[in-house]
């Protein structure tokens, strides 16, 4: 019996040996080579992490990005759609409606009226006490139609080889139109009244030339004789104003 209990200790005994022997050796080989286990799990960490629903996602996040963009394009270019049908609305608005208002007046103006010339006209020129030195041009019309008178006469005393200066003060804001019977006035400064004029001398002619409305005499007739009542003396200094619509605004300068 002594027997047998040593041979089942000693077989207990080998078998601990045993055991224990391959526990280490486990633990051995364990601790030696642990990188392959890391660079597996990283790997199957990896490859886990970029599952296919994953991809597919991020396939489709593109996929709609870019309907997005298109869609963006497209809704800009509605915008721009709109705003070109905006401008040409703008575009098709006449200009001429303003311009062509002018024009229709100033063409009723013109059926209405006509230039003044020596043909629908009478001139007379008489002296005034003031100012100083100064004649009154007047001119009635004597037509069947208001007439214009533009801008200002042009005179010639004697033998004269220019038109005379102009008092540009004296403008109006709109053309002097004289209605049948009525007059218009220009005034004339013919010399300066210090003496400070050159080259003066005296005559008894005088001729009167119109201007149209392009401010020339072309088209108006040739100059008109206006008689004088007496010898008058003109100089350098010889100025006339603008037509006026009354004999007080004419003799202001």
Known sequence: MRTLNFRRATRSSALGTVALIAALSLTACQGDDPEPFDDHASASAGSSSRTPAESSGASGDKGTAAPATDQGKDSAGSSTG?????????????????SGAGGDSGNSGDAATETCTGANTKLSITEVQRPANHMLLTMTNTGSKACNAYYYPYLQFGEAQSVPKTFDESKPQAVATINPGESAYTAVMTSSAD???SNGYSTKDLKVSFQN?????????????VPLSKSTYVDSSLTVTYWQMSMDEALQY
């Open 213 to 225: 409305r392009d401010g020339n005499s072309d088209g108006t007739g040739s100059s008109v004789s």
């Open 195 to 197: 003496g400070s004029g």
């Open 82 to 98: 709109s705003g070109s049908g905006s401008g040409g609305g703008t575009s098709t608005a006449k200009p001429k409606d303003s």
